[in-house]
């Protein structure tokens, strides 16, 4: 199977912030890149989430992962082309990498499958790990600290698979990590 299935495209300057939902701040992080005058992209998956809570709730991830992953790929996707045209970096809270990693774990067809064909990111994907002192849980984040981390570990294995390099955030203030992050970018 192809190792690296996406595209070169527009995505050099689309970088990722992934990690441990609920438990890594990449939310938290992404405002304080857009206070920053960056571009950003916010999380399909609260979005998703937010809809199913006020509709019938069937593609919430706790009720049916492959529906809900598949509809997280769907709006990254859309998400993306949004800003296919932006200039300098724009900055995703998890998105399409996150959602096809989600599909493989809950039907098995390789993440690889379902980027085929998307622009590849840039290269480094930064990770907060799992911060058990800032894990929250809430009507849209209902993982809690175990799965997280279980999660956590299988984006790990993932972005090394789809060809990434790994980078991981440090445990400090966001704005120390905003500044460690332009720094890896330099």
Same mark, same amino acid.
């Given at each position: 199977m192809d190792r690296h299935p996406m595209t070169n495209g527009h995505g050099g300057q689309h970088v990722v912030l992934s990690g441990c939902s609920g438990g890594g701040g990449t939310s938290t992080l992404l405002a304080e890149l857009a206070s920053r005058g960056f571009g950003t992209v916010e999380e399909p998956g609260r979005k998703i989430v937010?809809? *199913? !809570?006020?509709? &019938?709730?069937? &593609?919430?991830p706790w009720v049916a992962l492959e529906a809900f992953s598949r509809r997280a790929i769907d709006m990254a996707t859309g998400d993306r082309n949004r @800003?296919?045209?932006?200039?300098? #970096? @724009? =900055? =995703?809270d998890r998105g399409l990498l996150d959602a096809a990693i989600a599909l493989e774990h809950a039907t098995g067809l390789a993440a690889s499958v379902? +980027?085929?064909?998307?622009?590849?990111?840039?290269?480094?994907? =930064?990770?907060?790990?799992? #911060?058990? %002192?800032?894990h929250q849980r809430d009507s849209e984040r209902q993982q809690n600290? $175990? /799965?997280?981390?279980? %999660?956590?570990?299988? !984006?790990? *294995?993932?972005? /090394? #698979?789809?060809?990434? /390099? +790994?980078?991981? +955030?440090? $445990?400090? $203030?966001? %704005?120390a990590r905003a500044d460690f992050i332009l720094s890896a970018l330099a």
């Open positions: 937010q809809q *199913e !809570l006020n509709g &019938a709730g069937v &593609a919430l @800003v296919a045209s932006s200039q300098g #970096w @724009v =900055f =995703f379902s +980027l085929s064909g998307h622009a590849h990111f840039h290269h480094q994907v =930064f990770l907060t790990p799992p #911060w058990p %002192e800032i600290l $175990k /799965d997280g981390i279980a %999660e956590y570990h299988r !984006l790990i *294995e993932a972005f /090394d #698979w789809l060809g990434y /390099d +790994l980078v991981i +955030l440090p $445990k400090r $203030k966001v %704005e």
